[in-house]
């Protein structure tokens, strides 16, 4: 059974951090997605064959993905957040042609 689980998102003031965590069973996590109110879901951060990353323009140089491949875990290092980042985060993965989303946290960057 494939399952994504995803932990850490909150409120956040901006400027400030938080880090995402998502394990997984049956199957590889992969990366994140969001999906802000209004807004189509996007791609943030994730793997692309072995370590390579690639992450949307509008995080670069503020978010870092990591992976704990034994734990099977993935990770979302946020810093220097805005309102804009305000967003369900849903961690992803892919197999056999399908693509799975964990059930989403909320991050809420206000003042």
């Known amino acids: 059974q494939v399952k994504l689980v995803e932990s850490g998102g909150g409120l956040v003031q901006p400027g400030g951090s938080l880090t995402l965590s998502c394990v997984a069973s049956g199957i590889n996590a992969m990366g994140w997605y969001r999906q802000a109110p209004g807004k189509q879901r996007e791609l943030v951060a994730r793997f692309i064959k072995g370590s390579s990353t690639n992450y949307v323009d509008s995080v670069k140089g503020r978010f870092t993905i990591s992976r704990d491949n034994v734990k099977n875990k993935v990770y979302l290092q946020m810093n220097s957040l805005n309102p804009d980042d305000t967003a369900v985060y849903y961690c992803?993965?892919?197999?056999?042609?399908?693509?799975?989303w964990g059930q989403g946290t909320q991050v809420t960057v206000s003042s």
């Open positions: 992803w993965g892919f197999l056999l042609g399908r693509d799975y």
